[in-house]
């Protein structure tokens, strides 16, 4: 599906800030770019790096006093790989590849190490697979209440399954750390969410099934083959759409998701499991 | 200096299990292996993967129920960078690499976002820079008790610092969150550390300054220029020495580590700055 | 029905240390003290006190250096209240005498507050009264495994529930939580238990229904009509069966009950509500 | 010292509700009532309890839904007992009355269990008796940020010492935890203070020494002879000035306390170590 994208950010700076920016599309061959745009008012020197494994795209601007405003514009065809959810089984440890291991431990909002009995408890006895992971979603799904203000930056796993409540974040994170806790290797991603209502950055999960990642929501918001990555990470922390040093205050926030090649709406959501990420070659790993 | 180091770990293994090793020191320009040797017992298919930013060295290997251990041998040249502390500044976040990033960010056991305030009232107001992580490493000393048993896999920095008790695993978590906390760049270091009474595995940890990585040990029980890298990662979690996935018991630990050049003792410990890191290329960064 | 009970308990002091134990069956009219003794060697002084609203009765003896023992014996006669649990409702908040509602609020290892929403989504939806109670400790039975070790003297509640594992104390705080939680007043009941195996001080608690306090016990261990209570307190800190202010060794703990009664062994566990307390006069309360 | 003193509370109730106050000011013998009203509208059926031993008083409404509003008038006349605090020495646990011994235990939100190894360390050398309290209390003072928001109803005193910042509230519950953490009885009080800046209920705690309590403000915001208290509780939990059971607003809040005598202001604070409760009888105590 082809989709026009983006996002205004707009900021009242008070003290010279650092910001880190992750909101442009990831560079993946899943995702063809066919054209984009980032401004900056005012136009301030730019500092690029990308993530060499993941590809995630980090801006980093130096920014005076003032108000300062990003603008982000981007039309991607994104091709998804989908497979029937009853063929997808687990990939044992003993066959992980080790560039992978680090999705299996705990970070500071995956707190997988807290839930280990909780997840074997609830998950432990069901079929191994996608559709394991799927009964995790269901779980968060029906246990787990979608509620604004929830939940805040330190909030970790542990304490959403404790609240029963949560924003996307907290539930992908909270679906990680099932994972995780069982041996399924699993990593935050942030992303624009086609058919999320109302539209603002998405997050979900994606499950190292069967030698690939696969996307799952546990919120069940937006369509799966819609999800257009920004960024991979361990959890929140790392892909942070906008991450300041120095005093400044949000002034306006607005993402933005189309389809862009006249496609009829899909009658409903896909039950296919889907996959956006070509499997990594691994290089490194013997 | 020149050192002869290594380890023995012994294992009785209950059911197949796959253990990821992390003993073999890191592959860096600063350190020199003239010989290196790694035996299993029984001699079992290996799987490697070597990091590609930090050259940590994985190992993995799947082991069926019955005895099993892992000898490790090598004889190294370490080249340490020293320099005055007095002349070591901190680096402005508006002017760190953005590679470095990911070590301002709070990690599982570096808990640094909730250690902000504590931080900024205990050291926010010193003079920066490398006497100020001086400082820091000078005040756990002072304030948490080395206490084998008082933390276990899951302590977090906030938890030992409540406890006011801790291992050198704690020791460097905690140094690396008051850092973090502050601004500065901080990762957690395994290493053979020469002077340690008793010998085992030590952690310390790294802090980012004035453009290149300087270490801090604030347990104060071995020689800053006598620590062997193993590792680095966010905190422990990403490189215990052995991770094992299965069930198994721990039947045997030696760790070892001597000088291998005749040199006399030193007299005293050095109170320069040490760096065993050469300034990383960012080729990536602009 | 008629028990002979008891218990022996042996230290090592190390140092002058005060013992405040909290053993003796509870002055009840309920509970009918046949016969009574309570030794200590050496024969030390004893401070008692009894509180004047739960007839908890404490024994405070400061002790030397060296061996100390104490040792109690009590043949008493229980007599049990019971009810048909399906006619047995929730009393409302509107209706609880004002000297309850201590027993709605969280204390230091029943964290109510923290486990609200947890609660309420469980357990917020059930029929009200001892059928919903039972049903909350049918969960807690069947969702956290009985595991000596799993927990310390510092677990709370909410953290038994992460860990789904715990032992009765651990139980019984978080039977009351959900209680508190749910608008029931409970509180933490400490008790000699015919019919655990092995023979150990018990706990359970207790939640204010219909007019009157109903015992519960989530392990499902110990005969609900052969618990002699010991002590009632807001958690297991207020009625711990010994607090030393001391170094001392804990030498040896043997606790026992019996039928003295000649009575045949019952056949099955009643499924009786079953209440041992009678009803407070509330005299303060208007 | 004569004061005038009251509260004006009013809410918007939504669905029947049932609220305890507690804002009453005790009826102590260091606390003289000369006149005393309060009136409720609508003029509802009140439930009334004064706990036998604290001798705190609860006041219980059930509220149909609308606005409903709480007005307390009383003038009292205080007597304090002043010491000079180098003459106040602390009980051994050896010597305590045991009634008291609730007071060494930790309760909810007063986690002294959790803050034993932290308040050894920085005060366990320290001369004892009230001047230890008072150095704990000058510490919290220099540590702890007074910054409305840094709280909430769950907030503990480890959690507090983390975040180096909180309320009256949380002073108090530090201050307590401390105590009790060194085997002092410590207790939280509600009260109307004099010299509070702006108005507001106030919150201290007490310190058992030398066979009476002693009053402890961390806050340094109040006279300490100008306390006038309300509720005594093991911490905030057992004495919110109201404790709605149902939805509702608060629409409306006041708090006055002015000197009743005429008399001159106080130049300054009084060093002199206050305390405005006689000695407790302990019938019960042997």
């Not at 108000?67 to 998804?80: I, Q, R």
Request: with cysteine.
């Amino acid at each position: 599906m082809r989709f026009k994208l983006g996002c205004s950010l707009a900021y009242e700076v008070k003290e010279p800030t650092t910001f880190i920016f992750n909101v442009e599309v990831a560079q993946l061959r899943s995702l063809d770019i066919a054209s984009e745009s980032l401004t900056l008012a005012p136009d301030l020197a730019r500092r690029v790096y990308v993530t060499p494994d993941l590809k995630n795209r980090y801006l980093g601007v130096n920014v005076q006093p003032g108000p300062f405003s990003l603008e982000y514009k981007a039309e991607v065809e994104l091709t998804v790989v989908r497979a029937d959810p009853e063929t997808i089984s687990e990939t044992p440890v003993s066959e992980l590849p080790l560039d992978i291991l680090p999705f299996l431990l705990p970070s500071r909002f995956v707190s997988s190490d807290r839930l280990a009995a909780f997840a074997e408890a609830e998950f432990g006895h069901l079929p191994k697979g996608h559709r394991r992971v799927n009964a995790i979603c269901n779980w968060i799904h029906d246990n787990i209440a979608y509620q604004r203000g929830a939940s805040d930056g330190e909030t970790t796993a542990d304490e959403s399954l404790l609240k029963r409540a949560g924003v996307c974040r907290d539930f992908a994170h909270l679906g990680a750390a099932f994972c995780r806790a069982l041996g399924i290797p699993a990593r935050f991603v942030s992303c624009y969410a086609y058919g999320l209502v109302p539209s603002d950055f998405h997050a979900v999960f994606e499950a190292y099934l069967d030698g690939r990642w696969w996307l799952f929501d546990a919120t069940r918001q937006a369509h799966l083959d819609g999800l257009v990555r920004i960024g991979i990470g361990r959890d929140a922390a790392e892909i942070a759409f906008a991450t300041p040093y120095g005093e400044m205050q949000s002034t306006g926030m607005e993402i933005r998701i189309d389809r862009a090649d006249g496609g009829p709406e899909p009658a409903e959501r896909t039950v296919d499991a889907i996959s956006t990420e070509e499997p990594a070659p691994h290089a490194g790993a013997v």
